[in-house]
């Protein structure tokens, strides 16, 4: 089946900790596994991506790592800001046809 | 360039009656497809198109047809609109190809509310 699953569901930190996402996924095809950000009344925009063949992989305070035997990766952001707060989504692509399936998001909320 | 462009941006719809949801992209990114957001349900996929004239069935399909005539245009539409519809629609396009999978640029979104 074509699972992604996010976890948690809502985060709040305190400005200037670190936030955590966690994602799995079903499908050992999956070789393309990228993150959104969507702020409120917003499109989705991608903040950071990362293929199968690699193993983690950084853009100034965010990062994505990814353990393939455990089908699940990450999120990282460092030094959380405010403007971070938003719906963060991770997705797998699916098979080897383009698609991308989306987890159901991740509020994150910095409190200043 | 204007990116991905999607109209209407808001619309009210009688349940049974059918509209057209436009999408447009100067990117020249064969590949393109349709979500549907719902609130606690993420993005879900209602179909897909890897290039003009083929065209294929996402996770929610039901309910909805697309056609893809030319690279740049890839309209949604519902043919009897349901409350269930009732969700805001995503169009997106990427230039992925069958080999590698690429980012997705959204449009802006469109707000359908069926009574």
């Known amino acids: 089946g074509e699972n992604v699953e996010q976890h948690p569901s809502t985060l709040s930190v305190q400005e200037g900790d670190s936030a955590v996402i966690k994602c799995t996924y079903s499908d050992s095809a999956s070789n393309y596994f990228p993150w959104y950000k969507q702020e409120l009344g917003k499109r989705p925009q991608l903040i950071i991506d990362i293929r199968s063949n690699v193993g983690e992989k950084k853009d100034q305070r965010i990062a994505v790592t990814l353990n393939k035997t455990a089908k699940h990766f990450s999120l990282h952001i460092t030094e959380t800001q405010p403007e971070d707060s938003a719906v963060y989504f991770c997705a797998a692509s699916i098979g080897g046809n383009n698609r991308l399936a989306f987890g159901k998001g991740n509020q994150v909320v910095v409190i200043p | 360039n204007a990116g991905v462009t999607q109209t209407p941006k808001f619309q009210v719809l009688k349940t049974g009656q059918s509209m057209t949801l436009q999408c447009a992209q100067d990117?020249?990114?064969?590949?393109m497809s349709w979500y549907r957001q719902d609130p606690g349900m993420g993005l879900r996929l209602i179909h897909y198109s890897v290039g003009a004239g083929i065209t294929d069935q996402g996770e929610v399909p039901n309910g909805y047809n697309v056609s893809r005539s030319t690279t740049e245009d890839f309209p949604l539409r519902l043919l009897s609109a349901a409350p269930s519809q009732t969700s805001v629609y995503f169009c997106a396009s990427s230039y992925s190809t069958t080999m590698n999978t690429g980012e997705l640029f959204f449009g802006e979104g469109s707000r359908l509310t069926v009574l």
């Open positions: 990117m020249n990114h064969e590949y």
